[in-house]
């Protein structure tokens, strides 16, 4: 199971950071990512992090978010600074591993980017 929170409503170059609480998975051996999805849009990626600590950024979050995880907390992290409106979304936590894989997905958290 993956539980979202740190969602809200925040101003143009504000900040806020999200976290996923995974229970249920051997966490330390899993990619994480987090998505997001747009009302009318697909859901994409905004960054994963490996099981061995490499991260990837969509080009949108590259320099202003970054994605981290917490073995002992069975944590992952996604720290949003100079937050724009079309960062708003619907952000989800992603988990994939297991043998065999398997995809979990936790239920979202609402950003909301506005003045």
């Known amino acids: 199971q993956l539980v979202e929170s740190g969602g809200g409503l925040v101003q143009p170059g504000g900040s806020l950071r999200l976290s996923c609480a995974a229970s249920?998975?051997?966490?330390?051996?899993?990619?994480m990512g987090w998505y997001r999805q747009a009302p009318g849009k697909q859901r994409d990626l905004v960054a994963l992090i490996t099981s061995a600590g490499g991260t990837n950024y969509a080009d949108s979050a590259r320099g202003r978010f970054t994605i981290s995880r917490d073995n002992a907390e069975n944590t992952v992290y996604l720290q949003m600074n100079n937050l724009k409106p079309e960062d708003t979304a619907v952000y989800y936590c992603?988990?994939?591993?297991?043998?065999?894989?398997?995809?979990?997905w936790g239920q979202g958290t609402q950003v909301t980017v506005s003045s």
């Open positions: 992603n988990g994939v591993g297991g043998v065999p894989s398997r995809d979990y």
């Open positions: 249920g998975i051997t966490f330390r051996f899993y990619q």
